[in-house]
């Protein structure tokens, strides 16, 4: 089992900036993918970024890319993401998830353990 807890939420005005981290506890984090999804009121849960579990792969959505920077330390069991330029339609509970190494990043069936989200709120 992989524990994971989300950090660094809050309310930030419109073109601030936000990092969070994501915390993991349990079986060996550096052997899983990671991912970060964001889910807002009456949306379904969508991908934002990922990060291969030897860090050396990463990828984002469109719409973030350029501003998010995901990256982790595996020495601290911890990812993260750092969100520049944020906007007020990116107003949601951001969650990270794991996986493993052979699976695939950018769908929440890809990963096996998340945590229980961060709440971002961009104020216009």
């Known amino acids: 089992q992989v524990q994971l807890v989300e950090s660094g939420g809050g309310l930030v005005q419109a073109g601030g900036s936000l990092r969070l981290s994501c915390a993991a506890s349990g079986r060996t984090f550096s052997s899983y993918n990671m991912g970060w999804f964001r889910q807002a009121p009456g949306k379904e849960r969508e991908f934002v970024a990922t990060i291969g579990w030897s860090g050396g792969f990463t990828d984002y959505a469109d719409s973030v890319k350029g501003r998010f920077t995901v990256s982790r330390d595996n020495a601290k069991n911890t990812v993260y993401l750092q969100m520049n330029s944020l906007k007020p339609e990116e107003t949601a509970v951001y969650f990270c998830?794991?996986?493993?190494?052979?699976?695939?990043?950018?769908?929440?069936?890809?990963?096996?353990?998340w945590g229980r989200g961060t709440q971002v709120t961009v104020s216009s």
């Open positions: 998830a794991g996986g493993p190494r052979y699976s695939g990043f950018y769908y929440p069936e890809d990963y096996d353990y």
